[in-house]
């Protein structure tokens, strides 16, 4: 979709901006024309969703996020797609500014100029730690129901 800047082309950023802060997701651009890709825009989200704020934010590779939780496969598959300039969907560990570890689902996408050169990376954050703990709980339920029927089962052959 394009917008016809035609009515006041300094607007739509505005207009843009506003917009963006008032989803629910975490929104960044970063620029890969700039040493170690910092992020230049985030949204009001992202800043909710990590506690950092903008002077914390703008200026950074994303990858502050991970604080010193470095060994992480999701790692490997963010480089792989920004350097084949390839979207890619991860859920990967990150850290709030006060220390405490949220699961981000993140989507990465590259923005083309009209000439096929990536301008920008669009991440989109979600926090997913419930949904993320819920499945762990399940998982640790499951498997103490599953050795409670197993030891139930031999107390009934016995």
């Not at 230049?40 to 990858?63: H, L, S, W």
């Amino acid at each position: 979709m394009s917008f016809v800047a035609e009515k006041d082309p300094g607007l739509i950023p505005q207009v843009l901006s506003v917009i963006l802060d008032s989803c629910v997701n975490g929104v960044t651009l970063a620029d890969p024309d700039i040493a170690d890709m910092p992020i230049v825009y985030a949204n009001k989200a992202f800043e909710r969703m990590t506690g950092y704020t903008q002077a914390d934010i703008i200026g950074k590779n994303c990858r502050f996020l991970q604080g010193e939780d470095r060994d992480q496969e999701e790692r490997k598959q963010l480089r792989q797609a920004i350097d084949n300039s390839q979207p890619l969907e991860v859920t990967i560990r990150n850290y709030r500014k006060d220390g405490t570890l949220f699961y981000n689902h993140l989507m990465i996408s590259p923005l083309f100029d009209a000439n096929g050169k990536v301008i920008y990376y669009l991440g989109v954050q979600y926090d997913v730690t419930n949904q993320v703990k819920a499945a762990e709980e399940i998982k640790r339920l499951s498997e103490s129901l599953e050795g409670l029927s197993r030891r139930t089962a031999a107390d009934v052959k016995s």
